[in-house]
């Protein structure tokens, strides 16, 4: 890490270490309103919830499970994996731990962050966008020269 580097906040530095330390995290996504039109149908709104998508299914490829952290009905999952599917959002699992985890396993799932549209919703983004490009910066600085990393196409 460049020694130079300052983190805006103790929580972006946080998630910078969790990620350096496990090579991924994880990602709890609320649905409806945070890349789901439910209530707001406004069209800047959808362009809002792409841009949201666009950025998870980077941050995927860059090391991140996505979990879809809801309090809807089971009899919903369906249509919200649908809903992924057809964006190409490949998620891991819905309000579940995406992986085994000695902890939150009784009603809250874990994540190294929380997108949800009634929590903060653009401060999350922000952080995730700055700490995710700075990981992928690392992780391209580390290829030979001519090798080719996870981002290349």
Known sequence: MNKNYKFK??????????????????IAIDFDDT????KLRHENDIKSFEELISL???????????????ACASDRYGEIQEYCNKHKLPIDSINKNPIDLPYGNNGKVYA???????AGL?????????????IRGEKAKNLTIGEEGPYTT
């Open 9 to 26: 906040n103790k929580y972006e530095e946080r998630l910078y270490n969790e990620w350096k330390q496990h090579g991924k995290i994880c």
């Open 56 to 70: 998870l299914q980077v941050a995927r490829e860059t090391g991140a499970y996505l979990t879809i952290f809801s």
């Open 112 to 118: 190294n962050i929380y997108l949800d549209d009634r």
């Open 122 to 134: 653009l401060e999350a983004i922000d952080m995730l966008e700055s700490v995710m490009y700075k």
């Open 35 to 38: 890349i789901y039109p439910w």
